[in-house]
């Protein structure tokens, strides 16, 4: 066979700086230690593959957060800390190493992927299914890398290293990017259907969610096909297993002896009570269980990580994070001998409970206007800690608990997509940019969520309400900012909390700078984003 896959080819253009780490990735067989070659005519080579695009993945959340949700008005960053209040404020340098990681890592990811897709007619029927992965990765890869970045080259090959090759890939306009996505994506539920569901593994469910989204998320949304592929979803929830995870009060546990005035005997739940119950739901999404303690009306236990929540109805697709195997292919930080091991530790240690001590993460004044435990009885204690909570010093580091591993080496999974972004993409969907609807179909997805969340129904679903509900739901999450471009609304929005927060948003700042290092590789033949 002809050696056209050798150690040394390239993720992306910047090859210098990570052909160590592909020589790293393409080792997964440890301790063997099998070529590319040997590992496509081994029974389970292709099965290998795919859980490299995983392993992989694992790097690409560890500085995403910086790169989104610090860049929207849902957090800040302590002005003596590094480079965070620089990203905060919106004074990003096409040479910022945060720019030019995330760049790299999700093109590392997009060469594993595309190392089963050029080798896809080699894949026992047995493993058909890793080239159905490795289609839904890489459109994920170039997903994150169009929101942030906005134009940018499609890699639909593994590129040998030589920059006469790399010139087949300029940048290319932002709607061709998501012409290419969204034909990934749907090569992937081809390849995906009848594929039993794996939480931890890309899915026939998730790739139509995702390229409804990628529609949604387009320089003109298509909302007729989002609409489509997610009705097939939303609609038909009890088949792929997707639901909130939310207690019906007859079914909520009691947490503290209330008798009934009429009859003392029974126990009556209060609305306290029923409260406690939706707030551990909404924690439990994460993987977090909450020690005991109740008084008072309010629980008074602390959050903590527990691998028996992480794989939950409500997830879709996670990446998993964990000191052992997880299902089918092992973490970064396992230690294990079945899976090369990375650098990746945890998805972000900016967003643990701990992160905000770097001076990173920290709730703005913004964002804690809305998220009060008057107005988000739910979401505010199972997403803000409600230790560093105190709304009367306006200088106060207030902090978030939805990710409360301890230090470095987490194991909070980091979830790609659930069902609750779903829901509220199909309501989305049917709203089709118009400032309301009271189409019942929009307003029951939207309502299941605000009753999870233990708010009462709405009648009338405005998109100003639709965009309100996705920032407290999906605080941490990383979804913000892409929210406010995909609504039209991050100009407006970012330009007044950049004026009341003396920041230097501009209207091109929506995207980060094309990493420098990618121009200096191919002078004159990238351009840089404007602003920068």
Known sequence: MKRIYLLNIIVCFSFVALFTSCEEELD??????????????????????????????????????????????????????????????????????????????????????????????????????????????????????????????????????????????PQLPEAEVYEKIIDDFKTSIAYLNGVAQNRYRPSEGAAICLAAKAYLSQPTPNYTEAELLLASVVENSSTYKYELIFTERASAKQLELNPDPINNIADVLTDEEYTANLIMNY????????????????????????????????????????????????????????????????????????????????????????????????????????????????????????????????????????????????AEAILAGADSTTDPRAVEAFNQVRARAGLEEVANLTKQGLLDERRVEFVYENQRLYDLIRFGEADDVLNQFSNANNLFYTNEKKYLPFPQREIDNLPNFYRQNDGY
């Open 283 to 426: 924690g439990h999404i994460f993987g977090n269980a909450i020690s005991d303690g109740y008084s008072n009306g309010r629980l008074t236990g602390a959050w903590s990580n527990s691998t028996a929540l992480e794989i939950n109805n409500e997830v879709i697709f996670s990446i998993a994070y964990d000191l052992v195997n997880s299902d089918n292919y092992a973490t970064s930080d396992s230690g294990l001998d079945d899976q090369v091991e990375t650098d990746s530790e945890s998805h972000s240690f900016a967003m643990t409970l701990q992160g905000p001590s770097n001076g990173v993460n920290i709730a703005s004044l913004d964002f804690l206007g809305v998220m009060t435990p008057e107005e988000q009885p739910v979401r505010f204690f199972a997403s803000i800690d409600e230790l560093s909570y105190n709304p009367t010093v306006l200088t106060n580091d207030t902090f978030n608990a939805k990710f409360p591993t301890d230090g470095e080496i987490g194991d909070n999974d980091w979830i790609v997509l659930r069902y609750a972004d779903v829901l509220l993409l199909y």
């Open 28 to 169: 997964l067989s440890n301790p063997t230690a099998l070529s590319l070659e040997e590992l496509l005519q081994t029974d389970n080579g292709f099965k290998l593959l795919a859980n490299g695009i995983l392993d992989a993945y694992q790097k690409v959340p560890a500085n995403e957060f910086l790169l989104t949700e610090l860049r929207s008005d849902n957090v800040r960053a302590n002005t003596e800390n590094g480079n965070f209040p620089a990203i905060n404020a919106y004074n990003v340098d096409p040479n910022n190493g945060d720019v030019a990681t995330y760049y790299s890592n999700n093109m590392a990811a997009i060469k594993h992927a595309n190392t089963i897709i050029d080798n896809r007619f080699l894949a026992p029927e047995a493993f058909q299914y890793t080239v159905g992965e490795a289609y839904f990765m890489r459109a994920l890869c170039h997903f994150n890398l169009v929101r942030a970045y906005q134009n940018i080259p499609y890699v639909d090959k593994v590129l040998d290293i030589t920059k006469e090759e790399a010139l087949n890939y």
